[in-house]
């Protein structure tokens, strides 16, 4: 069965300090992964996405994500923090299966940057 | 300019009546979708789409309804059996293949006066 476990409903960080945002999915079949980010009262914007290529994947806004089978994770990183990250962000999973492809969001993790 | 529209951006409406929302794209993608955002939490799907004159319930589909006509337009309508639709809303689309992303309008926030 399909499913996505963002670790974390909130993360706080200091401005300038590095960012992590947990994300870990099941998945029967091969996977496309990514991360959306959402800003108050606007829609979600895709941050960056995998599609079995490169499993270093390197997004918008200096965000980068791996994916890593092993361990079925896909936990998004930036070095170094910015107050404009404070939002919301969502690890989805898409696959295809019977009846065509199934998209499940993650429940989502707010990001808090203090000055 | 390519993109994803609804409208209107806040609506707000009586208990008893029905509210549609409208999604528009002009990204020619063939699937469309309707979720639900309540605060603090993450999106839940009411209807999608995958093709004109098609389209299939959701995780929440009681007390909506929707169509699809046209490719371009996918309009939600809130009926008074939807016990608490004061939520945010969401349409997205996408283009055909697994890789490829939802592309989200920038929500209707609805309230239930």
């Known amino acids: 069965a399909q499913s996505v476990t963002q670790l974390d409903s909130h993360v706080s960080v200091s401005e300038g300090t590095p960012v992590l945002l947990r994300c870990n999915y099941s998945?029967?079949?091969?996977?496309?992964l990514f991360w959306y980010v959402q800003h108050p009262n606007k829609g979600l914007q895709l941050l960056l996405k995998?599609?079995?290529?490169?499993?270093l994947v390197k997004g918008i806004n200096g965000f980068e994500a791996e994916f890593k089978k092993s361990e079925t994770s896909f936990h998004l990183t930036k070095p170094s923090a910015h107050m404009s990250d404070a939002a919301e962000y969502f690890c989805?999973?898409?696959?295809?299966?019977?009846?065509?492809?199934?998209?499940?969001f993650g429940a989502g993790t707010r990001l808090f940057v203090k000055a | 300019d390519g993109g994803i529209t609804q409208s209107p951006k806040y609506l707000f409406r009586k208990e008893g009546q029905n509210v549609t929302l409208s999604c528009e794209q002009n990204?020619?993608?063939?699937?469309m979708y309707w979720y639900r955002q309540d605060p603090g939490q993450g999106l839940r799907l009411i209807y999608y789409?995958?093709?004109?004159?098609?389209?299939q319930k959701g995780d929440i589909a009681e007390g909506y309804s929707v169509s699809r006509e046209k490719k371009e337009s996918f309009p939600l309508t809130v009926t008074s059996a939807q016990k608490n639709p004061t939520a945010f809303y969401l349409c997205?689309?996408?283009?055909?293949?697994?890789?490829?992303?939802?592309?989200f309008g920038p929500g209707t926030r609805l309230t239930v006066l």
């Open positions: 997205a689309s996408k283009g055909r293949g697994p890789y490829n992303e939802q592309f």
């Open positions: 998945s029967s079949y091969s996977p496309s």
């Open positions: 995998y599609t079995s290529a490169a499993t």
């Open positions: 989805v999973v898409s696959e295809s299966g019977t009846g065509g492809f199934k998209t499940i």
């Open positions: 990204l020619n993608h063939d699937a």
């Open positions: 789409s995958q093709i004109v004159n098609d389209f």
